[in-house]
């Protein structure tokens, strides 16, 4: 699968964005979704996932902020973004993984990575 993420941008904190991940190739409904972010000189974090189902799992730093979401009729993932502060800053990837449990943090449980987009959340 070939995922392209899409939706970063620079905003005030306090602000909102909605990232898109849009995948092609295999079923996009056989994959558990996730969404990491890196920023500059830290390690990729985990920051939310969806199961096949629906399921939702949220890093503690993003609960009641941050709402992943998916449309498996437009082979989509959405992470929606509210209330954004500048530590939000990041590289956001989206990944896709196919076997396993979906409620795992790390990187190296995925299997298929997007390029990326920037975040940037000025104070």
């Known amino acids: 699968v070939q995922l392209q993420a899409s939706g970063g941008g620079l905003v005030q904190a306090g602000g909102s964005l909605r990232l898109s991940c849009a995948a092609s190739?295999?079923?996009?409904?056989?994959?558990?979704m996730g969404w990491f972010r890196q920023a500059l000189g830290k390690e990729r974090g985990f920051v939310a996932a969806i199961s096949r189902s629906g399921n939702t799992y949220y890093t503690d730093s993003v609960k009641g902020r941050f709402t992943i979401s998916r449309d498996n009729a437009k082979n989509t993932v959405y992470l929606q973004m509210n209330s954004l502060k500048p530590e939000d800053t990041a590289v956001y990837y989206c990944?896709?993984?196919?076997?396993?449990?979906?409620?795992?943090?790390?990187?190296?449980?995925?299997?298929?990575w997007g390029q990326g987009t920037l975040v940037t959340v000025s104070s």
């Open positions: 190739g295999r079923t996009f409904s056989s994959y558990h």
């Open positions: 990944a896709a993984k196919e076997y396993g449990a979906y409620n795992t943090g790390s990187p190296t449980a995925y299997d298929y």
